[in-house]
């Protein structure tokens, strides 16, 4: 669902400190609030890119992770974390159905 992934992209926004992207939450790093503004924004190929950027294979390490960026999210502290791992894949999903990757 389109306005599910704003949503979700769009908590991420309200974010002060990104415990997501440190090594208790992505042991690879990944640039989670940056990807997630991307898709907020709409900007699919750039969300990709910027996903690339440090995980050369997220069509497979997003569908393995046990998602340890959403146990670290902030959000999470008042309601449901962010759903990270659903947009990781929507992001390589997309890319894929675009002919990106």
Same mark, same amino acid.
């Given at each position: 669902? !389109?306005?599910?992934?704003?949503?979700?992209?769009? %908590?991420?926004?309200?974010?002060?400190?990104? &415990?997501?992207?440190?090594?208790?939450?992505? /042991? *690879?790093?990944?640039?989670? +609030?940056? &990807?997630? @503004?991307?898709?907020? %924004? =709409?900007?699919?190929? =750039?969300?990709?890119? %910027?996903?690339?950027?440090?995980? +050369? &294979?997220? @069509?497979?390490?997003?569908?393995?992770?046990?998602? !340890?960026?959403?146990?670290?999210?902030?959000?999470?502290? $008042? @309601?449901? /974390?962010?759903? *990270?791992?659903?947009?990781?894949?929507?992001?390589?999903?997309?890319? &894929?159905? @675009?002919?990106? $990757?």
């Amino acid at each position: 669902d !389109p306005l599910a992934l704003k949503q979700q992209s769009a %908590r991420c926004m309200d974010c002060g400190t990104p &415990f997501c992207q440190t090594h208790e939450g992505c /042991p *690879i790093n990944n640039l989670i +609030p940056e &990807f997630n @503004e991307l898709v907020y %924004r =709409e900007q699919w190929k =750039e969300a990709l890119d %910027r996903l690339h950027s440090t995980n +050369p &294979f997220p @069509e497979f390490t997003g569908r393995v992770c046990p998602a !340890p960026c959403e146990g670290s999210c902030v959000a999470g502290l $008042v @309601e449901a /974390p962010v759903t *990270i791992k659903n947009i990781e894949n929507t992001i390589i999903n997309r890319g &894929f159905a @675009e002919g990106w $990757v």
